[in-house]
T-cell receptor, first 113, second 115 residues
Framework: DAKTTQPNSMESNEEEPVHLPCNHS???????IHWYRQLPSQGPEYVIH???SNVNNRMASLAIAEDRKSSTLILHRATLRDAAVYYC??????????????FGKGTKLSVIP | NAGVMQNPRHLVRRRGQEARLRCSPM?????VYWYRQLPEEGLKFMVY????????ESGMPKERFSAEFPKEGPSILRIQQVVRGDSAAYFC?????????????FGEGSRLTVL
């Protein structure tokens, strides 16, 4: 159970901003929202994570809704190197009691030159 | 600072053989996670270890699979008597802190093919 809902795919033009949506309506108060991306034949790469407030780093911005049931990853200016599968992950505690990240199928982002 | 190193990158085994996958975490990282990714799927958590201890193996099949992270040396994911359904990419990640608030650093994966 990935616990998040994302579009299967999205397209963006190069040098345009990209908004990748994610729904996590059953999120609990202590679960963080994590974003990772995966390029073909590579391991996932950390993008950003947050709890309640919007977050910014050198790669992206994360806008979290006030009710925390959805969030949006914002790439300010898409480049060809941003073409990847983007995973929105709601962290949570496993049956064994440790905090884990559960990956869904993600959103495949294509960047058009 | 070298990233997470996994080897072998590609491994071919026949049904019934054993597969051993190795993961050297980043320097200073004591938390190691193993994930499995089937074609066109997301990553599935398998096991979480800290030095010499298995913290959470709730995602790992009860039979044929085992993992260790010894005091010295890499973490090892061992699959005994492999079957075709074990064909997948196996990713290792490491972190300095728990996954709750920290960044996981992933290796490039080991791709197991079972003939």
């Amino acid at each position: 159970d990935a616990k998040t809902t994302q579009p299967n795919s999205m397209e963006s033009n190069e040098e345009e901003p990209v908004h990748l949506p994610c729904n996590h309506s059953t999120i609990s108060g202590t679960d963080y929202i994590h974003w990772y991306r995966q390029l073909p034949s590579q391991g996932p790469e950390y993008v950003i994570h947050g709890l309640t407030s919007n977050v910014n780093n050198r790669m992206a911005s994360l806008a979290i809704a006030e009710d925390r049931k959805s969030s949006t990853l914002i790439l300010h200016r898409a480049t060809l190197r941003d073409a990847a599968v983007y995973y929105c992950i709601r962290g949570g505690y496993s049956g064994a009691g440790s905090y884990q990240l559960t990956f869904g199928k993600g959103t495949k982002l294509s960047v058009i030159p | 600072n070298a990233g997470v190193m996994q080897n072998p990158r590609h491994l071919v085994r026949r049904r019934g053989q054993e597969a051993r996958l190795r993961c050297s975490p980043m320097k200073g990282h004591s938390h190691v996670y193993w994930y499995r990714q089937l074609p066109e799927e997301g990553l599935k958590f398998m096991v979480y270890l800290q030095k010499e201890n298995i913290i959470d193996e709730s995602g790992m099949p009860k039979e044929r699979f085992s993992a260790e992270f010894p005091k010295e040396g890499p973490s090892i994911l061992r699959i005994q008597q492999v079957v075709r359904g074990d064909s997948a990419a196996y990713f290792c990640a490491s972190s300095r802190a728990t996954a709750h608030t920290g960044e996981l650093f992933f290796g490039e994966g080991s791709r197991l093919t079972v003939l």
